[in-house]
């Protein structure tokens, strides 16, 4: 029942691997690897069952595809996935038995941190494998990906208000962001050295007082972020914030964000452009730290990771401009940009 799914999502290689000593059992999925290897990370998640397993472990897969390629790298999509509680079920044995098994695949397949694993865990892969980065800063890593993220998440704001405004400039635009997190401190750092007015919230308090000290941000309670009175809407905090609930609420122009899977369904999106508000496709928003880790494969350069980063910029400005010729709602286009890049590789 797994070919009809593996060509449902064009997915090239699904490979089962099984360890009896260390417990392993994990799964591989490698989407598409026309414009270079595999590289996406590993998640372990205790899996209701396997079938949901390959479920997610496909669907992660094809959206590094995208990813990957709308970020302009030659990299491929791959995901894998460790059945087992990150709590619990973790060991040496675990993952060098793991990494034996990337390292079977010859390099079609890399693997990096995902929920439910860390650096540490990467190291003991590169014990059996050189296929991994997100390993630590002393065998060649770029260090935490967040602040990359987020100089990312920056541009992409800018090139989204050129878009919806007529002006990259920031200085003056009321900015809402939900979740001061990893990602969005330094991102509130960014707009407030641009001049931007931040609306902040989180269910950490701290952390959203931390933005109102240091970037003299207003604070507001965490279900009244949708409602604010701003020009663009950060979401980076969690997935799935754009939905019936919130739709109707939003008074910002521009909703770009770092948060993975911001729509909540397709249609959501479509609704988003109806209502004249502009989406930057949050796959194309987040991939600064896509672009970091994806880095440390080619030996890692800061200089080039900056000037990648930055090109988050013209690749919104590509998006926006063939979701407009095309009349197709930006998160369309973003895919649509995506697979003719791939195309033509292909071609
Ligand atoms: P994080 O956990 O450090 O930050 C998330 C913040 O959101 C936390 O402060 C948390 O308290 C807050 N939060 C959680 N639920 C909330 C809610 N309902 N309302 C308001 N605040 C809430 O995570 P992060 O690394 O900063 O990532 C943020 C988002 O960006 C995630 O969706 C992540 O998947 C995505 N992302 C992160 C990176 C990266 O480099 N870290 C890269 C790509 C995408």
Redesign the pocket.
């Known amino acids: 029942m797994y070919f009809e799914r593996v060509e449902q999502y064009g997915v090239e290689q699904l490979v089962f691997c099984r360890d009896h000593k260390s417990g392993l059992k994990a799964i591989i999925a490698i989407h598409d690897t026309t414009l270079g290897p595999a590289l996406g990370g590993t998640r372990m998640y205790p899996y209701a069952s396997e079938e949901s397993a390959v479920d997610d472990v496909i669907r992660l897969a094809r959206g590094m595809t995208y990813k990957s390629s709308a970020a302009g790298l030659n990299l491929g999509g791959g995901k894998a996935v460790i059945i087992g509680d990150p709590m619990t079920d973790k060991s040496a044995e675990l993952f060098h038995a793991f990494g034996r098994f990337i390292e079977t695949l010859n390099g079609t397949y890399i693997t990096a941190e995902d929920v439910g694993t860390t650096v540490a865990d990467m190291d003991f892969i590169r014990q059996r494998t050189k296929f991994v980065t997100g390993i630590s800063p002393e065998f060649g890593s770029g260090g935490n990906?967040?602040p990359f993220?987020a100089l990312g998440v920056f541009h992409a704001i800018r090139a989204a208000s050129l878009e919806a405004f007529g002006s990259a400039e920031l200085l003056g635009k009321t900015i809402a962001v939900?979740?001061?997190?990893?990602?969005?401190y330094h991102l509130c750092r960014y707009l407030s050295e641009a001049g931007a007015k931040l609306i902040v919230?989180?269910?950490?308090q701290a952390?959203a007082e931390r933005a109102v000290m240091e970037f003299g941000a207003k604070m507001v309670d965490?279900d009244h972020i949708y409602g604010v009175e701003c020009d663009i809407f950060a979401p980076?905090?969690?997935?799935g914030i754009i939905n019936d609930d919130s739709l109707p609420l939003l008074k910002a122009k521009v909703v770009a964000g770092?948060?993975?899977n911001q729509l909540k369904e397709e249609k959501h999106g479509d609704q988003l452009a109806a209502q004249g508000i502009l989406y930057a496709p949050d796959y194309v928003v987040?991939s600064g730290?896509l672009i970091n880790v994806a880095d440390e494969w080619f030996g890692y350069n800061r200089e080039r990771v900056l000037s990648r980063v930055e090109g988050i910029y013209n690749q919104l400005q590509r998006i926006f401009e063939l979701s407009k010729e095309q009349q197709m709602p930006s998160f369309r286009a973003a895919d649509r940009l995506a697979e003719m890049r791939i195309a033509k590789h292909r071609a």
């Open positions: 990906p967040s993220t939900q979740g001061v997190g990893s990602v969005a919230t989180d269910v950490v952390n965490v980076c905090a969690m997935g770092a948060a993975n987040n730290g």
